[in-house]
């Protein structure tokens, strides 16, 4: 139950009531580009920090602290629920997530066993942790889409296009609708947990799913996301649901019942607007590589995400994917600064 902040900027977009401002929080504001976060993870593997409650609650916090944002972002991974069910995955750095044998036969898949809440007693007490911690800012849970988790599964690692895993989803249609089912259940449980323990909104992250076409995406993925936003509609937390160029699917990634749809820098919002059902509000969309460039460059940028945004009925401001690494930590400052004094 949301009790923690039901009146935050941040939830009152989402449910697409009236704000003072667009609330602003960044996809990896946590990590990567904050000196604080490279000297709380010296010498510690990603997983590793991952499943040390003490940790997760200081990574979470940094960029609150320092940005002022409206929402903090549950310091965790994709694969973290993989790792909890005894998947052998790892995050290599620079890399991202590898697994010492990619899942690819019916008996791989039988491994994927259902998430309990005692696989992940690190996250039920960081989210306690934390909500004690935040006060008034809302803490988003999240955990990966379906076809996204199985993308680092099948293919063994990050890929472009994850070929291996589209020709199983093509070739081997029942290995495919056993996996998204086993890994929608573990999403879900992944989900129900931060809730449980305090999440005020979550996301999933289905960050390649647009290397799908509509139809296929329909056929083989939409039937998985929605039974984990139906999974959660009783928790009434609001649910996001993101990917990657994903312009075509941004309807049916709407219909999959999320009650925000997260879009990439590549359709502005206005466009979002007329490709997204009613009853939805939007989050995006500055491209990351803006925040690459001057100050005199990002502040018409973000003002015009804003204006494009306001055709919607709730905007959640944010970028179009994560912070790049070398993004300045100052241009964030003054770019969140910037939405909070722009208005509505
Ligand atoms: O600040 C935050 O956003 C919270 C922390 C967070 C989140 C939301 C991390 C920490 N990972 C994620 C989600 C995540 N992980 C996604 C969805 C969001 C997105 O599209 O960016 C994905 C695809 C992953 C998988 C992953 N984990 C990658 C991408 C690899 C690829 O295919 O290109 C990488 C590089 C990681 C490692 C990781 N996760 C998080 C951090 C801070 C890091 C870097 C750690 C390191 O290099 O040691």
């Not at 499943?51 to 903090?72: F, K, S």
């Not at 699917?249 to 490709?275: F, H, I, K, N, T």
Request: proline letters at 8%.
């Amino acid at each position: 139950m949301t009790v923690s902040a039901p009146e935050s900027v941040f939830l009152r977009a989402c449910r697409r009531r009236p704000v003072p401002h667009a609330p602003v929080w960044y996809m990896r504001q946590a990590g990567r580009s904050l000196p604080e976060y490279q000297k709380a993870r010296a010498n510690m593997p990603m997983l590793k920090a991952c499943a040390t409650p003490d940790l997760i609650t200081e990574i979470t916090l940094q960029p609150v602290r320092r940005y002022h944002v409206d929402a903090a972002i549950f310091f965790s991974d994709i694969v973290v629920p993989l790792r909890a069910i005894g998947v052998g995955i790892d995050i290599k750095p620079g890399v991202g997530p590898v697994v010492d044998k990619p899942i690819r036969s019916a008996t791989d898949i039988g491994q994927l066993r259902p998430l309990q809440p005692d696989d992940v007693p690190y996250v039920t007490q960081a989210v306690g942790n934390l909500i004690s911690e935040l006060g008034a800012t809302p803490l988003i849970g999240f955990a990966g889409g379906p076809f996204t988790l199985a993308g680092y599964l099948i293919d063994g690692g990050p890929s472009k296009n994850f070929e291996v895993t589209r020709s199983m989803m093509f070739g081997q249609p029942d290995l495919w609708h056993d996996m998204m089912s086993r890994l929608a259940d573990i999403t879900t449980a992944f989900l129900q947990v931060q809730v449980e323990a305090g999440a005020s909104a979550v996301q999933l992250f289905d960050s390649w799913a647009g290397s799908l076409s509509l139809d296929d995406y329909r056929t083989s993925v939409l039937p998985y996301s929605r039974r984990i936003f139906d999974a959660l509609a009783a928790a009434d937390v609001p649910r996001i649901h993101f990917g990657v160029g994903t312009g075509e699917l941004l309807g049916v990634m709407g219909e999959a019942g999320a009650d925000v749809v997260g879009v990439d820098w590549r359709v502005p919002l206005d466009e979002a607007v007329r490709r997204v059902e009613p009853g939805k509000a939007l989050q995006g969309n500055l491209d990351p590589a803006v925040l690459l460039a001057p100050w005199d460059v990002i502040r018409p940028r973000a003002l015009e995400v804003l204006r494009r945004g306001r055709t919607a009925e709730g905007h959640i401001f944010n970028l179009g994917h994560g912070v790049l690494p070398q993004t300045d930590p100052d241009m964030l400052t003054r770019l969140t600064e910037l939405v909070h004094e722009a208005g509505q």
